[in-house]
C-alpha cells in the first residue's frame, strides 16, 4: 500500500523557517512527481512546490518562490520542502502527493498518493 508520512510542522516565529519531511513506502519517490500543497481553513487545497519525474525540474507558486526549496533524497525514499521566510500567510496544512509529471502540477487531482498533513503555523 503506498503511503506518506509527513514530518515537521509546527509553530514557528514570522520570519522562521521550518523543513517538511514527506518518507514514503510501498513505492519508490524517484518514479514519481512529488508535489507538495497546502490548505488553511475554509481555502482550497493550492500547490506549493513540486519536484518532477524527468529531471528533478522544480516548480513554485509565486507565493513561496524564493523563500521555499523542494528535494529529494532517493536513498531515503524522502522528499523535503525547505521553508524559510514564513510570513502570516503561510500557515495550513501542508501535505505531500505523488503523481506523474504534468504541466499543471498546481492541481491537486493530478496526484495519487496523499500524506496525512502536517500543520504549520507562524505566530509570535
Not at 23 to 31: I, M, P, Q, R
Amino acid at each position: 500500500q503506498p503511503q506518506f508520512v509527513e514530518s515537521g510542522g509546527g509553530l514557528v516565529q514570522p520570519g522562521g523557517s521550518l523543513r517538511l519531511s514527506c518518507a514514503a513506502s510501498g513505492f519508490t519517490v524517484d518514479y514519481y512527481a512529488i508535489g507538495w500543497f497546502r490548505q488553511a481553513p475554509g481555502k482550497e487545497k493550492e500547490g506549493v512546490a513540486c519536484i518532477g519525474f524527468t529531471d528533478d525540474i522544480t516548480h513554485y507558486a509565486d507565493s513561496v518562490k524564493g523563500r521555499f526549496t523542494v528535494s529529494r533524497d532517493n536513498a531515503k525514499n524522502t522528499v523535503y520542502l525547505q521553508m524559510n521566510g514564513l510570513n502570516p500567510g503561510d500557515p495550513a496544512v501542508y501535505f505531500c502527493a505523488a503523481g506523474y509529471d504534468t504541466d499543471t502540477w498546481y492541481a491537486p487531482e493530478e496526484f495519487d498518493y496523499w500524506g496525512q498533513g502536517t500543520p504549520v503555523t507562524v505566530s509570535s
